[in-house]
Nanobody, 121 residues
């Protein structure tokens, strides 16, 4: 299994970005797909996850970020709206065979290299 995330960039507060992550090597529907992020000097944290139609979000992104997927393209997306400077981080997508959607990083076996999101005026 390989994961490749893209879509990061430098934006201003209040702007939007759409991250995408392509999974290759296995059927997409077998996996719980998650987004995590790591800001400088901080631990990596859960952002959102999706398995089939079930989604979970961390409290700090509810109402601003949306996770979705396109099974035909083996791709999971993370729409980031109303971005804040504190959203600045490297965003990672991950895949896990755990039986349900979960924000627990230990349940993700595969990780992509990450994409940088910088929110600054």
């Amino acid at each position: 299994v390989q994961l490749q995330a893209s879509g990061g960039g430098l934006v201003q507060p209040g702007d939007s970005l759409n991250l995408s992550c392509v999974l290759s090597g296995r059927p997409f529907s077998n996996y719980n797909m998650g987004w995590f992020r790591q800001a400088p000097g901080k631990e990596r944290e859960f952002v959102a996850c999706r398995r089939l139609s079930i989604t979970y979000y961390s409290e700090f992104v509810k109402g601003r970020f949306t996770i979705s997927s396109d099974n035909a393209k083996n791709t999971v997306y993370l729409q980031l709206n109303s971005l804040k400077p504190e959203d600045t981080a490297v965003y990672y997508c991950a895949a896990g065979a755990y039986y349900s959607a979960t924000g627990n990083q230990a349940h993700y076996e595969y990780w992509g290299p990450g994409t940088q999101v910088t929110v600054s005026s």
